[in-house]
């Protein structure tokens, strides 16, 4: 059977300009994409076949440009290899080196920046097989545009997992998929908006960017205070809504007192205000029993959020809300009239979960990163004892409590060592009312296995 010309090689847009007859312009664009750097060093061409007959042209004519510019060094050609452009052809384009070069600052050695996993640990393999197993058995339909909540194969297995792991009470028909936490807090500030809510209260210490996003939708974020029981929800005021982690607070580490568990929960019922519950790293507890979601206390008055960004990874993409009934709706019309979340990331994770893959990885990692926790902390006090390590009984982060005015000297001096660190008050509400603490936010979960230990004796040398 003849193969037909559309079906080969690559593709490349040229524009011949006739000057000089159509040999001249073709060679001369095909040395202009070489030396803007259009054509990459190495780059592979079309065959004269196939560029030929993409431009119209005859394949004679092609041939020869080819031919032409392999005379004069833009590019080569090699049996079983095709014609390819020179290595030493291509160039900057202009402008690219123009002016003195300034060197771009070198990139840390090592990172225990809070917020991510152990990026080198995904479970490529079982990721795979769950994505093979997801396509190969997905109806047709699953590859449409799809219901603006997402896969309900997707919906279907959180709400279970959820349901066993957290204690959340919902369905799937209550069940957004986002593309993270920030898509989903967008999605919450457009929904509070145009129910006419102008405050969000939130915690003394937390994520600016979060705050952002909330201002970017109208709205006011005034800070809760913070004390030894973790925020204080009794002080919700005149808010609509307010943003609260309440199983492990970021990046303090605390969970939220019983009592202020209730308490936001008798004030939502009261007011009439909605709790948005970040659940950022629910999975993982180490030396206490689990913190149900607050989700289950009401499942009318509080919008639960969940990603998979810390116990997968967060380049997946992939993030949840759980909502109230009268808030579903909502919610799904502002996202839009679309799924805008990956399909085949949705049927990998839902597959992953309903296999049992996703359970095993938690509790692999749970163990992994506790070692990590342990050695944190034996390895802290033996090196530099005045060093409190706090906020250790969950997630993937510790507090270390510094003495008085040492917060900036230690980051500083971690960055001079090639130790990239956060310091506590990065993450300090300007509005916060607590006496400002001096310490640092570690995310000991960060670095790969390899990094490990050298990122510990990186950090224990900058302590005081």
């Known amino acids: 059977m003849v193969e037909s010309w559309a079906t080969l090689g690559v593709d490349l847009h040229l524009e011949p300009t006739g000057a000089g007859g159509l040999r001249r312009g073709l060679t001369d664009a095909l040395r202009d994409a070489v030396r803007s750097g259009r054509l990459a060093a190495g780059a592979r061409l079309p065959s004269s076949r196939s560029l030929a007959a993409d431009l119209g042209i005859a394949r004679n004519t092609v041939a020869e440009a080819y031919a032409d510019l392999v005379a004069e060094g833009w590019l080569t050609a090699r049996q079983g290899s095709g014609t390819r452009v020179a290595e030493l052809a291509a160039t900057s384009p202009p402008g690219r080196n123009a002016g003195p070069r300034h060197r771009e600052p070198a990139r840390p050695e090592y990172s225990l920046l809070p917020g991510a996993p152990d990026l080198a640990a995904f479970p490529r393999a079982e990721w795979l097989k769950a994505a093979r197993r997801a396509l190969t058995t997905a109806p047709y339909q699953a590859l449409g545009y799809g219901d603006p909540r997402g896969l309900r194969e997707l919906r279907t297995a959180l709400a279970g997992y959820l349901a ?86 970021f990046p303090m580490g605390t969970p939220l007192h019983p009592d202020r568990r209730a308490a936001v929960v008798d004030w939502a019922r009261r007011t009439g205000g909605l709790v948005l519950e970040d659940d950022y790293d629910g999975e993982f507890r180490y030396d206490r029993q689990p913190v149900g979601a607050l989700q289950g206390l009401d499942p009318d008055r509080v919008v639960y959020f969940g990603t998979a960004s810390k116990s997968l990874a967060p380049g997946l993409r992939l993030g949840w809300m759980v909502l ?141």
């Open 324 to 464: 109230p009934p009268a808030v579903a709706e909502e919610a799904a019309s502002a996202k839009g009239g679309t799924d805008t979340v990956g399909v085949l990331e949705q049927l990998t994770l839902a597959e992953f979960i309903t296999s049992g893959a996703y359970d095993r990885h938690v509790r692999s990692s749970r163990l992994r990163y506790r070692r990590r926790r342990d050695a944190l902390a034996t390895s802290v006090t033996a090196r530099a004892p005045e060093v409190a390590v706090t906020g250790i009984a969950a997630g993937l982060h510790a507090v270390l409590r510094l003495p008085a005015g040492m917060e900036q000297s230690v980051v500083q001096a971690a960055a001079w060592q090639g130790l990239a660190l956060h310091g506590l008050s990065l993450h300090r509400h300007p509005q916060a009312v607590a006496e400002p603490l001096d310490a640092l936010v570690v995310g000991y979960a960060t670095p790969p296995d390899s990094a490990w230990a050298g990122a510990l004796d990186a950090l224990c040398r900058v302590l005081p």
């Open 164 to 249: 066993r792991v957290r204690g959340v009470r919902t369905d799937p028909e209550s069940v957004l998929i986002t593309s993270g936490f920030a898509h989903a807090l967008r999605i919450a500030g457009t929904v509070l908006a145009a129910r006419g809510v102008r405050t969000v209260a939130v915690e003394s210490y937390g994520l600016d960017a979060y705050r952002g996003l909330l201002q970017r939708s109208g709205h006011v974020t005034p800070a809760l205070p913070y004390d030894e029981l973790g925020t204080d929800t009794r002080a919700s005021g005149d808010a609509g809504a307010v943003l609260l982690t309440p199983a492990h607070q």
